[in-house]
Each structure stands twice: as structure tokens, then as C-alpha cells.
């Protein structure tokens, strides 16, 4: 009986089919303490902010079509000025593109002065007005704006709220300044060049993966759980070079395939070998920003990182 009771104490882990003797396992199936990862309203690194993307609450009407666009110009060329491109997860990751009416208040004389322009302000004006969200009716007497504007069109990197559990990276890309974000995305703007490669690496893909909500099967991907959570080690000049260098190597050899959409070149059966090996290479570098040792598995990243996230939560609690 004694025996028995020992041996039920034993607690293991496996690992594809070898199995760990753990002194714990974690509430994420991983060895570790108990502790619970939590939403911040801050990065836990030295990482800029990110936000949600813009909302517009158009009824569709500030929203166009390839096909919308060109027939707007082609009515008045004027119009031009008033149309960005407009991208959110599903526009980045599957396409077609899409465009928007992006009108800023000293503009809004000039712009209403277009008829085409004008009939799709009135729908909006309208359909704002038939809204059941008081928040929606306030901007019924603002139809050339979107009701949520969490930045001015500006460079940014975009990370999609919602997307496949079965890509190996996660699909993640810069926007021009010419550019509004959906709110079906996150945005960081202005953004250091070396993040691209911290955010599409299999480290934070594995941080993702363990703590981030799910829509069916897809990762959810947040600013307060899935980015402000996430430790990264400072980074060297040095580094921060190496890590660029690798982001342009990636870049470049998306542009190779410029015809593929996102999820065509991440497709996990299909992704061309060129990215797969540029991938794996800036897998290299950012794992021994972590550790000289090479992590074996996805399991021993997050054991790495749930150990950080522990430390930095007790430095704060400790300072607090």
C-alpha cells in the first residue's frame, strides 16, 4: 500500500512518446507552478503598444469593393483623395483587397461636395440613426467618420485577432502609411523593424498557442493576453541587426510569391521551402536570445516562458 501510495504521488509528462518525471504540472499541462496567466494592459517587455484596429459602424457604406472604388473615381476623380486601402485579418491573410472612405473633419466640406460621395455619407447618416447602440446614434451626425479610431493611418505591423491553428507561424505583416487597419486586426505603429521576427517566431507562436482564447479551433490572438504577457530579453544592437536581417530575408522571399496569398504561403502542406528555411533560420537566432542551448519542443519554450512570466509577476508584486 505504501508502495502504491508513492508511486501515485509521481507526476509525468510526455513528450511524443517519451514520458518526464515532473516535480508539478501546471494548469497549462506544462511542468511548472500553478500560476494562472493574466490579462495586462501593458507589455511585460520592452515591446511599443498595440492596438485595436478601427471600427466603422457604416452599415457598409464607408466600406468598397475593388469594383465600388473604381466606379467612384470614375464618377469623380476628385474622390481619390478621400479612399485609402482598408485591411483587416481576412483581407491580409485571404484577400481581395478592399477600400474605405477615410474623410478627416477639415476635409469633410470638400469631400460632401461629391454626389457619389455624398449619397453613400447619407446612408450612413441613416443607418447610424436606425442603430440600437446609443454609442452608434451619437454618430449619425458624423457619417464621414469611422466611430472608432484608434490611430491615423500610419506604418504599422498588423496581427489578425483570429487565425488557423494549423500554420507554424503566425501570419503577421507591415502596412504602409496609406493604409487603415480593421478592427478585425491588431495594429503596432511605428514599429521597431526586429518585432516582425520576435512576433512570427515559433517562441511566440508557442506562447499563443498555450494562453491565447479560441474562436471554433482558430487562436484569438489579444493585445492583453497574447502580446502584453510575452517576455522577450533585452535586446543588443547586435541582435536587434541579426533579427532585421532575418525579417528582410522573410520578406523577400514572401515577395517571391506575390501572386500566393498569406494563407497559401503558410499553408503548413505547401509553404514553399525557401520560407520554410528562412523561417528556421530566424527560429535559430531568436531561441538563443532565450538560452545557448536549443529547445527541443514547443513544450520547453512555454516551461521557459510561464518560468519568466512567474518572475516578472513576483518582481512586481515585490516593487509594489
Not at 21 to 37: A, C, D, H, K, W
Request: some cysteine; proline content about 4%.
Amino acid at each position: 500500500l505504501c508502495l502504491s501510495a508513492k508511486k501515485a504521488k509521481k507526476k509525468y509528462i510526455f513528450r511524443g512518446n517519451i514520458r518526464h518525471l515532473v516535480n508539478n504540472i501546471s494548469p497549462y499541462l506544462t511542468e511548472g507552478s500553478n500560476i494562472i496567466v493574466k490579462k495586462r494592459k501593458t507589455p511585460i517587455s520592452l515591446f511599443p503598444k498595440m492596438l485595436f484596429g478601427n471600427m466603422p459602424r457604416d452599415g457598409g457604406n464607408l466600406i468598397l469593393s475593388l469594383e465600388e472604388m473604381n466606379k467612384i473615381i470614375s464618377e469623380n476623380e476628385m474622390s481619390e483623395k478621400f479612399i485609402k486601402k482598408y485591411i483587416g485579418a481576412n483581407e491580409f491573410i485571404n484577400g481581395p483587397d478592399r477600400w474605405c472612405l477615410w474623410i478627416n473633419d477639415d476635409d469633410y466640406n470638400e469631400a460632401k461636395q461629391i454626389k457619389v460621395i455624398e449619397r453613400r455619407l447619407d446612408r450612413v447618416r441613416e443607418s447610424r440613426r436606425n442603430s440600437k447602440a446609443e454609442s452608434t446614434q451619437e454618430y449619425a451626425d458624423r457619417p464621414y467618420k469611422f466611430v472608432q479610431i484608434q490611430h491615423e493611418p500610419d506604418q504599422a505591423l498588423l496581427v489578425p485577432r483570429v487565425s488557423s491553428e494549423r500554420r507554424e507561424y503566425l501570419p503577421i505583416g507591415f502596412i504602409n502609411n496609406d493604409t487603415v487597419i480593421a478592427d478585425s486586426a491588431q495594429a503596432i505603429y511605428k514599429p521597431p523593424v526586429y518585432l516582425f521576427a520576435l512576433l512570427s517566431s515559433k517562441m511566440h507562436l508557442s506562447w499563443v498557442k498555450l494562453v491565447s482564447g479560441r474562436l471554433e479551433n482558430r487562436f484569438r490572438y489579444s493585445s492583453t493576453i497574447s502580446y502584453n504577457t510575452f517576455f522577450s530579453p533585452r535586446v543588443t544592437q547586435i541582435e536587434e541587426k541579426a533579427l532585421e536581417d532575418k525579417t528582410f530575408d522573410i520578406l523577400s522571399e514572401r515577395e517571391k510569391y506575390s501572386e500566393l496569398t498569406i494563407a497559401q504561403l503558410y499553408d503548413p502542406e505547401k509553404m514553399p521551402k525557401s520560407l520554410r528555411d528562412a523561417h528556421n533560420e530566424l527560429d535559430y537566432i531568436v531561441d538563443r536570445l532565450y538560452q545557448e542551448k536549443e529547445f527541443s519542443s514547443d513544450d520547453e519554450r512555454v516551461e521557459y516562458l510561464i518560468g519568466k512570466y512567474e518572475e516578472i509577476i513576483e518582481m512586481d508584486k515585490n516593487s509594489a
